[in-house]
C-alpha cells in the first residue's frame, strides 16, 4: 500500500484511513466479500497504533461497509451496495450536518490514544488517581446512611449541598451567598455550556485568555459567537485589554480564569483584579469567572481573593468544582450568580437532564460538611507541591537545554516554552506519543506557537521521572531524525 495517512492533517488519523478504505471498497478494488489486511499488519503498514486501525475499522463497521467474522477478520460487507434493497443511511453526513460541534480532532486523538497501554499522561488535565480521596468517600459510603428521595431533585440541585457549599465558599473562598443563588451543574464544562446557551445570542462578541483551555472549546463556535483574545503574560492579562475589546468590538461577556491560570500557571495581581471588576462595572458586562484552583496554592503569602470575593455589584457569574479538589468523576460543579440568572441556567438545566443524579450530590454534601475536606485540601496542596518539584527537577536534568518555564506556585500545570524555535510541537507530540508519553501543545490552546502545558497533577508521582525521559527520547527524535 503506497498510500500513507497525513499526520499534520486536522483530520484524524483513524478517520483518513476509514475513508481511504471506503474509496477503495467504492472504486471496486475491494469487492464485496475481500477480507481486508489484519489490525496488526495494516498498523505496521502504515506506521500507526494498532488501536488507530482498529478505531478505523470501527468506522467502517458502523457505517455497514464492513462485517467482522470470528476468526476470520474483517471483511468487505457482500451487501454494500444494496444488493438486499436495504439503505444504510450516510452517517458522516449526519455528523458533519449537526450544529453542535465536536472537539478539535487532535483533542480526540490524544484523549483516544492516552486509554492505550503504557501512556505516561501528562495531558489530561484531571488528578491522578493516588491524589484522590478515596479514604473519605469509603467511610462516607460505610459510615452515612441514604435517605434521600430517589426522585427527581430541585432544578437548582440538592438542597442540602447547595447549603454545604454555601458554608464552603464562605469559609474557604471569602465568597457570600445564598442557596438560592447556587445551581449545581455536571462540573465546570456544563455551567459553561448553560451560560453560553442561555445568556448569549448568535453573533455575540466575547473575550478570553490566550492561552486559555477555553481556546479549544468548539462551545463558542457551535453558539456562533465571534470571539476575541485577551494576550496573557507573565503576571497575567492586562485589564485595559478588555476595555480595548469593548469600544473596538462590544463584547458582550468576559470569560476569566485569573488564579493559577490554566495552562500558563500565571496569577492576575489583586490590584488587576480589581481593576477588572471596575471595569465590569464601567461597562456593565459581566465575567465569568472559572475558579478550579484558587484553594491550591503552595504558598501562604499568594493572595488567592477570586474575583468573586471581591465583587460587590454583582458582576461576575462564578464556577467552580470538586473536579480539581477531589475527583473528575463526581461531576459535581456550581454557578454562583443573581437568582433570575440561576432560574434561567436551572431550567435550562432542566430541559437537559431533569437535574443531576441524587448520589453523587449526596457524597459530595457529606464530603464537603466533614472534617475530611480541609484534612484533603492540606494532603493534596502536599502532593502536588511534590509532584511540581519532581517534575521540575526532572525536567532541568534532563531537558534543560529544550524547555524553559515559570515555576507555578500553585494549580496542576507547567506552561514551557521551547528553546528550539525550529521544533514542531504537533510532530513533537507524534513523537513522543509513540514513545509513550502525552502533553498538550501550546497552539491548541491559543495563539502561542512553541509552547507545550505538561500537567502535574495527572501522573502519578512515580512515573513522571520515566515520563520526562521519554519526552526527552522525542526531542532527540525530532532533532536528530535519522538516529
Known amino acids: 500500500m503506497e498510500w500513507k495517512p497525513d499526520k499534520q492533517s486536522d483530520i484524524p488519523i483513524y478517520q483518513q484511513i476509514a475513508n481511504y478504505i471506503q474509496k477503495r471498497i467504492a472504486y471496486g478494488e475491494y469487492p464485496p466479500g475481500t477480507i481486508l489486511p489484519s489490525e496488526r499488519s495494516l498498523a505496521k503498514e502504515l506506521d500507526v497504533n494498532r488501536g488507530t486501525v482498529i478505531s478505523a475499522y470501527d468506522v467502517l463497521y458502523s457505517n455497514g461497509m464492513v462485517e467482522r467474522i470470528k476468526g476470520s477478520g474483517t471483511k468487505v ?47 489530561s488535565g484531571e488528578l491522578a488517581h493516588d491524589l484522590m480521596p478515596y479514604g473519605a468517600f469509603r467511610e462516607i459510603l460505610s459510615k452515612h446512611e441514604f435517605h434521600q428521595s430517589l426522585g427527581y431533585e430541585h432544578p437548582q440541585g440538592n438542597l442540602s449541598l447547595r447549603d454545604e457549599i454555601v458554608t464552603h465558599l464562605k469559609e474557604f473562598r471569602n465568597i457570600e451567598c445564598s442557596s438560592q443563588s447556587v445551581l449545581i451543574t455536571s462540573g465546570a464544562q456544563q455551567a459553561l455550556h448553560l451560560i ?74 489583586l490590584e488587576n483584579r480589581k481593576r477588572v471588576l471596575d471595569i465590569s462595572q464601567e461597562l456593565g458586562i459581566p465575567v465569568v469567572e472559572d475558579d478550579p484552583y484558587s484553594l491550591i496554592s503552595f504558598s501562604e503569602s499568594t493572595n488567592t481573593s477570586t474575583l468573586k470575593s471581591l465583587d460587590n455589584s454583582g458582576t461576575v457569574l462564578y464556577i467552580s468544582s470538586l ?45 464537603l460538611g466533614s472534617d475530611s ?14 509532584k ?29 516554552r521551547l528553546l528550539n524555535e525550529d521544533l514542531n510541537e504537533y510532530k513533537l507530540l507524534e513523537e513522543s506519543l509513540r514513545n509513550g508519553v502525552a502533553f498538550v501543545p501550546g497552539s491548541l490552546l491559543g495563539s502561542k506557537k512553541g509552547y507545550i502545558r505538561l500537567t502535574f497533577g ?24 535519522f538516529s
Request: aromatic share 10%.
Open 77 to 123: 460487507n457482500t451487501n454494500v451496495w444494496g444488493l438486499s434493497r436495504t439503505r444504510i443511511p450516510n452517517w458522516d453526513l449526519y455528523v458533519e450536518r449537526g450544529s453542535f460541534l465536536p472537539n478539535l480532532p487532535l483533542f480526540q486523538h490524544l484523549r483516544g490514544e492516552v486509554h492505550e497501554k503504557n501512556i505516561i499522561n501528562f495531558a
Open 196 to 269: 453560553i446557551q442561555c445568556l448569549l445570542n448568535h453573533g455575540d462578541a466575547i473575550a478570553y485568555e490566550d492561552p486559555s483551555y477555553a481556546h479549544s472549546l468548539p462551545t463558542f463556535r457551535s453558539a456562533g459567537l465571534k470571539t476575541y483574545k485577551l494576550p496573557i503574560g507573565k503576571n497575567g492579562l492586562n485589564p485595559e485589554d478588555i476595555l480595548y475589546l469593548y469600544r473596538k468590538h462590544k463584547i458582550k461577556m468576559v470569560f476569566l480564569n485569573p488564579i493559577f491560570q490554566n495552562p500558563t500557571g500565571t496569577i492576575l495581581s
Open 323 to 367: 473536579s480539581k479538589l477531589a475527583a473528575s468523576g463526581l461531576r459535581i460543579g456550581w454557578i454562583i450568580g443573581p437568582d433570575n440568572v440561576i432560574q434561567r441556567l436551572a431550567d435550562a438545566k432542566q430541559q437537559i437532564d431533569y437535574g443531576h443524579s441524587i448520589f453523587p450530590q449526596w457524597v459530595a454534601a457529606e464530603f
Open 373 to 386: 475536606f480541609g484534612k484533603n485540601i492540606i494532603d493534596l496542596k502536599l502532593k502536588l507541591i511534590e
Open 388 to 416: 511540581r518539584d519532581v517534575l521540575i527537577t526532572s525536567l532541568q536534568e534532563e531537558l534543560s537545554h529544550q524547555l524553559e518555564f515559570h515555576i507555578p506556585e500553585g494549580g496542576i500545570h507547567l506552561w514551557c
Open 458 to 481: 495527572r501522573v502519578e508521582t512515580h512515573l513522571i521521572n520515566e515520563g520526562v525521559l521519554r519526552l526527552k527520547k522525542g526531542f532527540e527524535n525530532q532533532t536528530n531524525p
